[in-house]
C-alpha cells in the first residue's frame, strides 16, 4: 500500500517535471522524460494497465555518459528521424532509445573492451571493416558536435531547433559521407547510429529501451516467452502478449 | 620463470567439441587428459536469463574477447592485411563447449562425393573441369570408411532426423531420435519441393525431439522450441553441446582435468616428435610448461594453424610456388537464397536452432554440371530458427534504410517474410589461404594470423545457380514478391555470413598433400594430432561439425591406438 502511494507522487512529480523541462527545452521535437510523457497521454494506443511499470522504469533512467542536455537532445532527435513515431507507434525517443545509447556508451559498447584495438592504424578497404582507432564513445561524441555544426553551417540553428526535413538532409550528407571526421567517416558513424537505434528499439526493456515492450508490440515480437512446443505445430498466427527478461525475478 | 608440470598422457588446446570427444574417449580409454581451455567454466545454469538477443547475438556475450586476440584479413595478396577489429564474417567461440555451446545443432554428414572429390569429379567430367588455378583433392578417407565414426558422433549427441534423403550416403543406423515437429512454415516448404519434382526431408537437428540417454549415460532434453537458439546457450539442457554431454563423460572418470583461463601459445617440439605445450594462465599472466606423451590441437582451424604455425611445424604453404601445405585449402561457404513477401503472417519469431526442411538436390554431384561452370551445390533449406526483431529488419530492395518507410516496412514484413537459403559449397583456390601476420599480434605477443581470401569465379557461378533454384522454390511457396539475393563479388568480412571456415591443416592420404594423415596424426610429428574443420580439404554444402564430430572421433581412435604402438599410424 505505501509503495503505491509513492509511486503516486513520483507519478506526479515526473508530469510537473517533465513539462517544466520541456518549457527549458523548447525542441522542435521533445526529448527523454517528455517524450516519455507524451506517449503516455491519454490518447496513446499503448495506454494500458501496465503504465504504472512504465513509470517506474521511466524514473530510473538517467545519462551516465553525455554530461549535458543540449548533446543528449541532439542524439535523441538524430534517432526520432531514424526511427520515427507514426501511426504504428512510438518513435526512437518515446521508445527510450537515446538513453538505451547513451548508457550503452558508458560501457563496454562505448570502450570497445571486447574489440581488437592495436595500432597500426590504416583506413582499408571496406571489405576490411572497421579500422578506426577511436572508441564509439569518442566517435559518438564528435559525431554530436558535428550533427550541431552542420545545422549551424547549413541552417544557422541549433540541430535540435531545425525542421525534420532538415535534420534528415545533414543525416543524409552523413550517411553518403559528405560530413568531413577525424579518425572515422561520416558513413562509418551513420551506420552506428543506425544500427544503435534500432538496438534501442527492440533490446530487452532491461536495456532502458523498448520502452514498456512498445517496439516488440508494433513488431508482434512476443520477447521473453519459456517456450513455443504447445503452439508449434499451429498453422494459426499467434498474437501473444510481450515478456522481458526482467519479468523473471 | 616458466613453471613445468607433471606429465600427463594428453594435452587438448580447447574444449569444444573436438577438445571434448578426444577427452571422453582417451579418459574411457584409461588416459589422463588435461584439456586447457581459455576461456571459462559455464553450463546450462548460466543460460537461466539467455532469451537477450542484445547481449548474447548482438554483442556476442559467449564469444571470443578480440582484444586479447583476431586475425587479420586482406582479399588479395596485393593489399595490405588488416586486423577483423571486431567480429562480424564468422563468430569464433570461447569459454567450455567453444561454439558448441551456441550452434544450431544442424547436424550432416558430408556427402560420398565430398570425400572422394577429384576422383569422382574427373571420373565424370574430365581432368580440366576447373582451371587449376583450383586445388581439388581426395580427402584420404571414403565417406564408408568414416561412416561407423559418423554414427558414434550421432548417437552421442542423439541427433533427431529422418532417413528419407535419397542423395546422401548409406547409413548403417536410423537417427537415434524421431525428426522435430513439422510446422506450418516447414509444410509450405515441402509441398513446394515436392510439386517441383524435389525430395524434402527433416534436417537433423542437435536440437532433440525427445529426451535422450547417450551411450556414455549423458542426458539431453527435449527442445522446448524457445526460439533463442543460434548464439545462445540452452537453459534446457536440450540443445547438444560438449558441456551436456562429451565434457560431463569425461569428468566422470575422474581422469579428466580442465584447466580455464589458460591459453597456450605455443606446441614445444624436440626431433620428430612434440614435447608438450607452454601456455599463460590469462588472469594471473604466470607461464606454464605442460608436458604430455600426446598434444591434440582442437583450438578451431585457425589457432590449429597459427599454433603449427608459430611453432615452426610443417611446411607453409607458399602461394608463389605452390609448395607446403600449411595454411593451403582455406575455404569458406557462400551462401545464396531468396526472400519471400507474404500478405499472411507467420510465427517466425517461434523455433529452433536446426528446425528445418531442406533438399540435396542440387547439393554434390545430385545433379548434372555438364553444362554448368562450377562443380558442387549446397543444401537448401528452410530453416525456422526464431526471427529477432534487432537483427531482422527486411524491406524490398531500393527502400531507404531508416525513416518512416523504413520503419513501416520492417515492422510489417517481421512475420511476413521467410527466406529460403542454401550453404554453398567452397572449393580451394591457390590464392585463398592461412599465413602469419608480420605486423599485428596478440595480448601474449604471438603473432596474428593472417588471412587471405576472396570469392573465385566457381563461387559466383554456383551463387547465381542456387539462388535461382531457391528464388523458384519460394515463388512455389506463394510469395507475393520473391527476391533473389544478388550476385557476390568481393567477400566482405563485415556483415554475418556463416562459422563454417575450413583448411589450414588438411588430411591425405600422402605427406606431399596435407598436414595429418586420415587419423588426423601430424605426418611430420608423430606424437601430434590436429582435429576440427581446418582438416576439410575443401568446404561441403552443408554445416561442418557433424563431419568435424566423425573426424575427432577417428583422432580418438587414434590417439588411443598411438598410446599403445607408437610410430605412425598408416
Ligand atoms: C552461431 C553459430 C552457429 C553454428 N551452427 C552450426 C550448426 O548448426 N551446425 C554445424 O554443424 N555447425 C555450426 N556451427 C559451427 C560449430 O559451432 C563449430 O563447427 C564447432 O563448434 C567447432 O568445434 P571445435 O571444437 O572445432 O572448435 P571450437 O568450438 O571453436 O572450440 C575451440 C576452443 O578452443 C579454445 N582455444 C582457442 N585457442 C586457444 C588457445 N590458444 N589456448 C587455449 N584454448 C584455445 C577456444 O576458446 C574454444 O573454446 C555454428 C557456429 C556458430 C558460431
Ligand atoms: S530452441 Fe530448443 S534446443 Fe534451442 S535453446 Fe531453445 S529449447 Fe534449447
Known amino acids: 500500500m505505501a509503495k503505491k502511494t509513492k509511486n503516486f507522487s513520483r507519478r506526479d512529480f515526473l508530469k510537473t517535471s517533465g513539462v517544466a523541462t520541456g518549457a527549458l527545452i ?57 526511427f520515427p513515431k507514426d501511426d504504428l507507434g512510438p518513435g526512437a525517443i518515446d521508445l527510450g532509445v537515446p538513453y538505451f545509447i547513451d548508457n550503452q556508451l558508458a560501457g563496454q559498447y562505448g570502450s570497445n573492451s571486447k574489440e581488437y584495438m592495436q595500432g597500426p592504424f590504416a583506413s582499408g578497404a571496406p571489405t576490411q571493416g572497421y579500422q578506426s582507432n577511436l572508441t564509439r564513445a569518442e566517435i559518438f561524441k564528435q559525431a554530436v558536435a558535428k550533427l550541431e555544426s552542420e545545422a549551424q553551417t547549413r541552417f544557422k540553428n541549433g540541430f535540435s531547433k531545425i525542421e525534420a526535413e532538415q535534420m534528415d538532409e545533414i543525416l543524409t550528407a552523413f550517411q553518403k559521407d559528405e560530413v568531413p571526421m577525424k579518425g572515422v567517416s561520416s558513413a562509418f558513424f551513420f551506420r552506428l547510429l543506425r544500427a544503435a537505434t534500432l538496438e534501442g528499439a527492440y533490446a530487452d526493456p532491461i536495456y532502458n529501451g523498448n520502452n514498456n515492450m512498445d517496439g516488440w508490440r508494433m513488431k508482434g515480437f512476443p520477447g521473453h516467452q519459456a517456450a513455443y512446443i504447445n503452439v508449434i505445430e499451429s498453422d494459426e498466427f499467434q498474437k501473444i502478449e510481450p515478456k522481458s527478461i526482467g519479468s523473471m525475478h | 620463470m616458466v613453471k613445468t608440470l607433471p606429465k600427463v598422457d594428453v594435452v587438448t588446446v580447447g574444449v569444444g567439441w573436438t577438445g571434448g570427444i578426444i577427452a571422453a574417449e582417451c579418459t574411457k580409454a584409461g588416459l589422463k587428459v588435461v584439456g586447457l581451455e581459455r576461456g571459462q567454466e559455464r553450463g546450462t545454469e548460466d543460460f537461466s536469463m539467455v532469451h537477450d538477443e542484445y547481449r548474447y547475438a548482438i554483442r556476442y556475450e559467449l564469444m571470443q574477447n578480440l582484444s586479447k586476440e583476431t586475425i587479420t584479413f586482406r582479399n588479395n595478396r596485393k593489399m595490405p592485411a588488416l586486423p577483423m577489429r571486431q567480429m562480424g564474417s564468422f563468430l569464433l567461440g570461447e569459454g567450455l563447449g567453444g561454439s ?16 572422394q572429390i577429384k576422383t569422382m569429379t574427373e571420373k565424370k567430367y574430365g581432368p580440366n573441369k576447373l582451371s587449376n588455378d583450383y586445388i581439388l583433392q581426395d580427402w584420404g578417407l571414403t565417406y564408408d570408411q568414416l561412416e561407423p565414426y559418423f554414427d558414434k558422433f550421432e548417437k552421442t549427441a542423439g541427433i533427431s532426423g529422418e532417413n528419407n534423403n535419397p542423395h546422401w550416403g548409406e547409413r548403417s543406423s536410423d537417427y537415434p531420435t524421431p525428426p522435430m515437429k513439422k510446422t506450418h512454415i516447414l509444410k509450405k516448404f515441402e509441398s513446394a519441393a515436392t510439386k517441383l519434382g524435389y525430395h524434402p526431408f527433416m534436417m537433423p537437428s542437435a536440437n532433440l525431439s525427445e529426451p535422450y540417454t547417450n551411450p556414455d549415460g549423458a542426458q539431453i532434453n527435449a527442445c522446448q522450441y524457445c526460439g533463442f537458439c543460434e548464439r545462445f546457450g540452452c537453459e534446457y539442457g536440450a540443445k547438444t553441446s560438449p558441456e551436456v554431454t562429451v565434457v560431463p563423460t569425461a569428468r566422470k572418470t575422474g581422469k579428466f582435468d580442465v584447466r580455464f583461463h589458460a591459453n ?27 608436458p604430455a606423451e600426446v598434444v591434440v590441437l582442437t583450438s578451431y582451424v585457425f589457432n590449429n594453424t597459427k599454433l603449427l604455425m608459430v611453432s615452426k611445424i610443417g611446411e607453409q604453404y607458399n602461394p608463389d610456388t605452390g609448395k607446403g601445405t600449411l595454411g593451403r585449402n582455406y575455404c569458406y561457404q557462400i551462401l545464396p537464397g531468396a526472400t519471400g513477401f507474404f500478405d499472411d503472417q507467420y510465427n517466425t519469431f517461434m523455433g529452433a536452432g536446426a528446425l528445418g526442411m531442406a533438399i540435396d538436390d542440387f547439393n554434390g554431384d545430385s545433379f548434372d554440371h555438364s553444362n554448368l561452370d562450377f562443380i558442387h551445390g549446397g543444401n537448401i533449406s528452410i530453416t525456422q530458427t526464431g526471427s529477432r ?27 511476413r517474410t521467410l527466406s529460403v537459403g542454401a550453404q554453398g559449397a567452397s572449393i580451394s583456390h591457390k590464392e585463398n589461404y592461412l599465413s602469419l601476420d608480420g605486423t599485428y599480434k596478440d595480448a601474449y605477443g604471438v603473432p596474428l594470423l593472417q588471412l587471405t581470401y576472396n570469392f573465385t569465379k566457381q563461387d559466383i557461378a554456383l551463387h547465381k545457380f542456387i539462388s535461382e533454384k531457391s528464388g523458384e522454390i519460394m515463388k512455389e511457396m506463394g510469395a507475393k514478391t520473391v527476391v533473389n539475393r544478388g550476385a557476390i563479388d568481393q567477400y566482405d568480412i563485415v556483415p554475418y555470413q556463416t562459422t563454417h571456415n575450413t583448411g589450414g591443416t588438411v588430411m591425405s592420404l600422402t605427406p606431399e598433400e596435407g598436414v595429418v594423415n586420415n587419423y588426423l596424426q601430424h605426418w611430420d610429428a608423430e606424437n601430434l594430432f590436429v582435429v576440427g574443420a581446418g582438416n576439410f580439404a575443401h568446404n561441403g554444402g552443408y554445416n561442418p561439425t557433424g563431419t568435424v564430430g566423425a573426424l575427432a572421433y577417428r583422432a580418438a581412435e587414434g590417439v588411443i591406438k598411438y598410446s599403445k604402438t607408437s610410430g605412425s599410424l598408416v
Do not use: C
Not at chain 2, 527502400?399 to 516496412?409: L, M
Open chain 2, 389 to 415: 526483431p534487432i537483427a531482422s529488419n527486411v524491406a524490398l530492395p531500393d527502400t531507404p534504410t531508416w525513416g518512416a518507410e523504413f520503419k513501416k516496412q520492417s515492422i510489417h514484413n517481421f512475420t
Open chain 2, 264 to 290: 597456450v601459445v605455443e606446441v614445444l617440439k624436440s626431433g620428430n616428435k612434440v614435447t608438450g605445450v607452454r601456455y599463460v594462465d590469462t588472469l594471473t599472466g604466470e607461464e606454464f610448461i605442460q
Open chain 1, 26 to 82: 523548447g525542441g522542435s521535437l521533445l526529448g527523454g522524460l517528455i517524450g516519455y510523457n507524451a506517449n503516455n497521454s491519454k490518447t496513446s494506443p499503448t495506454e494500458t494497465k501496465s503504465g504504472e511499470h512504465k513509470q517506474e522504469a521511466a524514473l530510473n533512467k538517467g545519462r551516465m555518459f553525455f554530461t549535458n542536455d543540449r548533446e543528449f537532445q541532439i542524439l535523441a532527435n538524430a534517432t526520432e528521424r531514424i
Open chain 2, 100 to 115: 558448441g555451446t551456441h550452434w544450431n545443432g544442424q547436424t550432416w554428414r558430408f556427402l560420398p562425393y565430398d570425400f
